[in-house]
């Protein structure tokens, strides 16, 4: 199945949106370090929120943006969950689940 890159852009849009309106949108970048960080979602050096607006939302609009290799797979909520509480943040979780929907549409689940 091929993902719109509209598609993508719209709900990459949508999550910085309500991002900002659940007040998780930081003015001010991590350290250059921070973000250097190998571990998957640099759980060691940034909170998730930072995660999503400093690294995967950036990387992903670059990458749909030229036209690249998009990931056929992942699932981004498990993240989110074990750090983020969905009563506090329901929009997030809503934008976020849409992101995995979107991208593991047509993958059947082990």
Known sequence: MTISRTEILNRLNNLEVVMRKEKLWAAQAPSQDALKSELPFAFDTL?????????????????????????NSMVILPAVQNSLREEDYPLVYKAINEIDLLFNAGNPKS
């Not at 999503?52 to 609009?61: A, E, R, S």
């Open 47 to 71: 909170s998730i929120e930072q995660w999503l607006q400093f690294v995967f939302i950036p990387k992903m609009t670059e990458l749909t943006n030229l036209g690249l290799a998009l990931p």
